[in-house]
């Protein structure tokens, strides 16, 4: 069961990738929303099948309390990083109350090259940080700045902590700590506010509506990454609390921006502490457990499990059977890896086009 759980993510990643983004790329030298819209809607498709996976086959249970959000909101999503694998677990409650197909994560640059599941990311614009600050800026100015362009619905997700909770990254929240004489987290690190700061400034009276504050826990077996799940250990509940903070009601200066965000990883670690003692995020009620809201997510998890299971055996059959299929997939995975290599990946392929698009409508 483990190792088809990872089969199967892999495999219709590649195929996807290759079979469903690939034809797409025309449409760049076309109308580049079209091609958003596209590689938006086939993504939705692939980001609820590790729940569907881990809800049906595995029997992970979520959790969430807190309040209930707007779907049509277009949040930054600020989350404690307790594992590697929470903006894949968020994806279960984006299942419920989101929009999957706008969410963009801000991730690690090396994350952009794994093959198959680096080049979806690419495909669909995620942001991939070098962690340097000066470099970093000006790649976010020109990403934010496409999706403001083609005023897109954009759900921003990122971890403050700029890490998981693992046991370096605790050492060097202590030390941060000490030299600022503040209090250790345990259940949490202290949050580097530069780049939330920025986001918050950069998007206030544009893209975003809201900011929505996500503690994530996990009360039981937790899965702190990609080997775990080799090993088969899955989370086997997934709690989730939600609150959200109008972007009016942010403060307006860059030192309070920061403080605020601090504030809300102060009450994070109380609210953690008390989960691990409890159980549970006590006195919260919980949502998204009535019978018509259970049943709809299930015939969605069911569909899209038997949409890649299909697609993945017809694509399999088509490439055994059909020479003009192993053409086609060698070409589409010679230009990703071309791409990556001439230009950084297929995401700042989509930013020169976009220049380009934008400059003919100028002229």
């Given at each position: 069961m483990v190792y088809f759980f990872i089969s199967m993510l892999f495999f219709t990643a590649?195929?996807?990738g290759v079979f469903i983004m690939g034809p797409s790329f025309i449409l760049l030298f076309v109308n580049e929303n079209w091609f958003r819209w596209y590689n938006d809607f086939a993504v939705r498709l692939w980001l609820i099948l590790p729940g569907a996976l881990l809800e049906l086959m595995f029997g992970t249970k979520l959790v969430i309390t807190g309040e209930k959000v707007?779907?049509?909101?277009?949040p930054l999503?600020?989350?404690n990083h307790r594992c590697r694998l929470d903006y894949m677990f968020y994806w279960m409650v984006l299942l419920r109350n989101g929009r999957l197909?706008?969410?963009k994560i801000i991730m690690k640059h090396e994350l952009k090259y794994f093959p198959a599941l680096g080049w979806a990311m690419q495909n669909l614009m995620y942001f991939f940080l070098n962690r340097r600050w000066e470099q970093d800026k000006l790649y976010l100015d020109r990403m934010l700045d496409y999706f403001e362009d083609i005023k897109y619905p954009l759900q921003l997700f990122v971890f403050p902590e700029g890490t998981n909770l693992?046991?370096?990254?605790?050492?060097?929240s202590d030390k941060f700590a000490d030299k600022m004489n503040l209090v250790k987290y345990k259940y949490c690190l202290h949050p580097r506010v530069t780049g939330f700061n920025y986001f918050v400034q950069k998007l206030r009276h544009k893209t975003l509506d809201s900011i929505h504050d996500v503690t994530v826990a996990y009360p039981g077996k937790l899965c702190y990454g990609e080997l775990d799940i080799l090993r088969g250990k899955f989370p086997g509940e997934i709690h989730v609390h939600v609150t959200r903070y109008n972007m009016k009601d942010i403060p307006i200066e860059s030192e309070q921006i920061n403080k605020w965000c601090?504030?809300?990883f102060e009450e994070k670690e109380e609210r953690l502490k008390h989960f691990y003692e409890k159980g549970c995020f006590e006195n919260e009620p919980v949502h998204y457990t009535d019978k018509r809201t259970v049943d709809k997510a299930n015939i969605v998890m069911v569909t899209a499990t038997m949409f890649w299971a299909t697609f993945l055996l017809l694509t399999l059959y088509l490439v055994v059977?059909?020479?003009?299929?192993?053409w086609y997939?060698?070409?589409?995975?010679?230009?990703?890896f071309a791409v990556n290599i001439i230009l950084g990946g297929t995401d700042e392929l989509q930013l020169i086009m976009h220049k380009w698009h934008m400059d003919k409508v100028k002229k």
């Open positions: 590649l195929t996807g707007d779907s049509n909101d277009c999503i600020i989350m197909a706008n969410e693992c046991g370096s990254a605790i050492k060097n601090q504030d809300r059977y059909y020479t003009i299929f192993r997939a060698l070409v589409m995975m010679i230009f990703y």
